[in-house]
């Protein structure tokens, strides 16, 4: 009789024992596994990427230590600053009234750019070496009104937009050895952007 008892009592008992024991495994699995993953170290880069947006207008993407800026031109009246990070393989950027998120692994990144209400989207390749692709007039001339952003192209080309008297004009050719142009007989200096940390990284 207890051998007869034996089997219903497991098969009745078990489904209300298995449940709970099963349900809070789950509930602590994940409790359990998102404290790691929220505590293991981001995976930083130091890279440049550059390319196209389907716009036609170009990009170029530089990241340092997480930290990432990104400069986004036609070369003739259109460019556009986005500060934000480079992580764990994510883009995530924003500048004035646009945001960009993406991908980005040792080959090239991908992802999109809204302004306003414009969606487009980028593709762009990742770059040799370390030397500098985005340059950016000195913090002394955008305070004095004149302001301008540089992309080397992997091909040795150059594309940029320089705000001169309160209108936006292509950049003349910058010279990478001095980070310098002539504007109307007058010298305008850039230096190579690096990205800065975020307030609390």
């Known amino acids: 009789a207890s051998a007869a008892d034996a089997p219903p009592a497991p098969s009745g008992s078990q489904p209300p024992e298995l449940s709970p024991g099963a349900s809070a495994p789950p509930a602590a699995a994940p409790g359990a596994t998102d404290v790691p993953a929220a505590g293991t170290p981001e995976q930083k880069v130091d890279a440049s990427w550059t390319g196209r947006l389907n716009n036609g207008a170009t990009i170029a993407?530089?990241?340092?230590?997480?930290?990432?800026?990104?400069?986004?031109?036609?070369?003739?009246?259109?460019?556009?600053?986005?500060?934000?990070?480079?992580?764990?393989?994510?883009?995530?950027?924003?500048?004035?009234?646009?945001?960009?998120?993406?991908?980005?692994?040792?080959?090239?990144?991908?992802?999109?750019?809204?302004?306003?209400?414009?969606?487009?989207?980028?593709?762009?390749?990742?770059?040799?070496?370390?030397?500098?692709?985005?340059?950016?007039?000195?913090?002394?001339?955008?305070?004095?009104?004149?302001?301008?952003?540089w992309i080397l192209r992997p091909d040795g080309t150059q594309i940029g937009v320089l705000t001169w008297n309160g209108r936006p004009i292509p950049a003349p050719p910058l010279d990478p050895a001095f980070g310098t142009t002539i504007v109307e007989g007058l010298t305008v200096t850039a230096r190579p952007v690096i990205p800065a940390p975020e307030p609390g990284r």
């Open 61 to 149: 993407i530089t990241s340092r230590d997480g930290a990432a800026e990104a400069y986004v031109c036609d070369g003739k009246d259109m460019e556009l600053w986005l500060r934000g990070t480079a992580t764990d393989g994510k883009l995530a950027l924003d500048g004035k009234d646009a945001t960009l998120t993406g991908t980005f692994d040792g080959s090239e990144a991908t992802g999109k750019l809204t302004i306003g209400g414009d969606t487009t989207t980028f593709t762009a390749k990742a770059t040799a070496g370390t030397a500098p692709v985005v340059y950016r007039a000195t913090p002394q001339l955008r305070d004095a009104g004149v302001d301008g952003g």
